[in-house]
């Protein structure tokens, strides 16, 4: 399978300190053609910077994940915000990201503080005209009334809602990212989702290294393993894996404006 674009990965993260470098040169044997590296955190944002610089075929954007919109909220600044909008000056900075909510665990962020912080990003991608990618656990009223409220373009990534939420996301103008948990004999509600996605929507992605697909599940997940999600995918849709490949790659290059 060739023509592959990783629309979601955090190459990064401390998971690929050892073999980083030729993990990401081997990629091309695997049909990956492109890589967008996700800022998450301040010290990713930077990082992701620094791998697009590196490599020809990697893209990065600028994010503060809910995880850490406390921290950023306790500097009582919006200096943050000034930070990204310069970061996303960069010409291979392509969207603003990931950013959202996540009620998954009680000692997360304050969910008042993480709706501050979102809504403070969602404002920023309005104004500088760039799509976002949507972080959303466990928290999809919240995040779909914000989408409604601000109707940003970009991605709902690692999609977890149901197939009517889905529906209504791409009513918004919405792209929808399925990662590794399509391949898993439980997903069900993943499945459903993904079957109401029309094609000139829908993007791959591994989030690695997170969420790898079966028969790597628990291991650590890749870009090259995206041909497992490109199959499930088109056998869901009823189409060819390469033209499911050929569509997705499409689909990520005109959301990102690549």
Same mark, same amino acid.
């Given at each position: ?7 979601? +990965? ?22 990956? @053609? ?9 010290? $990713?944002?930077?990082?992701?910077? $620094? ?42 900075? @392509? ?13 997360? $962020? &304050? ?13 920023? +991608? ?18 779909? *009334? ?5 109707? &940003? ?10 197939? %009517? ?11 929808? #990212?399925?990662? #590794? ?12 989702? $993904? =079957?109401?996605?029309?094609?000139? @929507?829908?993007?791959? %992605? ?5 969420? =790898?697909?079966? &028969?790597?599940? #628990?291991?650590?997940? *890749? ?11 088109? #056998?869901?849709?009823?189409?060819? &894996? ?14 990102? *404006?690549?």
């Amino acid at each position: 399978m060739q023509n592959i674009f990783d629309s979601h +990965a955090h190459y990064d993260d401390p998971r690929f300190d050892e073999d980083r470098d030729a993990l990401l040169l081997s990629l091309a044997d695997h049909g990956v @053609r492109r890589v967008m590296n996700v800022g998450n955190t301040t010290q $990713a944002n930077e990082a992701g910077l $620094a791998l697009a610089d590196r490599y020809d075929f990697v893209y990065c954007s600028i994010g503060i994940h809910p995880d850490q919109s406390a921290q950023i909220a306790a500097q009582h600044s919006r200096d943050y915000l000034d930070v990204m909008a310069r970061q996303l000056a960069h010409p291979k900075a @392509r969207a603003l990201g990931e950013i959202g909510l996540d009620y998954y665990y009680d000692d997360n $962020a &304050p969910r008042d503080i993480q709706r501050q912080i979102f809504e403070e990003q969602l404002a920023l +991608a309005k104004d500088l005209d760039v799509p976002v990618i949507i972080h959303d656990r466990d928290a999809h009223q919240d995040t779909l *009334d914000l989408l409604k409220k601000y109707r &940003p373009r970009g991605i709902m990534h690692c999609f977890s809602g149901s197939a %009517e939420l889905a529906r209504e996301v791409v009513k918004l103008g919405m792209y929808v #990212g399925f990662t #590794g948990v399509i391949t898993f004999k439980n997903a069900r509600r993943a499945v459903e989702a $993904a =079957a109401q996605v029309p094609l000139d @929507r829908l993007l791959v %992605e591994t989030d690695c290294p997170y969420m =790898a697909p079966e &028969p790597y599940r #628990g291991k650590r997940c *890749d870009s090259s393993m995206l041909d497992r999600m490109v199959t499930r995918l088109a #056998g869901i849709h009823g189409i060819d &894996p390469q033209a499911m490949a050929d569509q997705t790659f499409e689909n990520a290059c005109r959301v990102y *404006d690549i």
